[in-house]
């Protein structure tokens, strides 16, 4: 199971960015997708998760900017940010819970898109 993300890059404050992590591989469905961030120097911390019914958490640092939505057919998870601010500069990784066919269930990463927002 690899999960691919994509769409990070460099913005002004303000504006707006959309992630895309899409999963493949040996995939029988998969429960809780979600996108986390990590800044320089610290740790890795929860920005956003739905689950597989469309049911969404946010972090209150993100709440009323950030909107994350799925696709399951396509096996895909988007992060739509909007007005971005320098503190969200980070790198954002993907997570999702896979059930493969085996069956065995597990936690998966994404490599993490770089984002930076300029003031």
């Known amino acids: 199971v690899q999960l691919q993300a994509s769409g990070g890059g460099l913005v002004q404050a303000g504006g707006s960015l959309r992630l895309s992590c899409a999963a493949s591989g040996s995939i029988f469905s998969i429960n809780d997708m979600g996108w986390y961030r990590q800044a320089p120097g610290e740790q890795r911390e929860l920005v956003a998760s739905?689950?597989?019914?469309?049911?969404?958490n946010y972090a209150d640092f993100v709440k009323d900017r950030f909107v994350i939505s799925r696709d399951n057919a396509k096996n895909t998870v988007y992060l739509q940010m909007n007005s971005l601010k320098p503190e969200d500069t980070g790198v954002y990784y993907c997570?999702?819970?896979?059930?493969?066919?085996?069956?065995?269930?597990?936690?998966?990463w994404g490599q993490g898109t770089q984002v930076t927002v300029s003031s």
């Open positions: 997570n999702a819970e896979v059930h493969t066919p085996l069956p065995t269930s597990a936690h998966y």
């Open positions: 739905v689950s597989r019914g469309g049911s969404t």
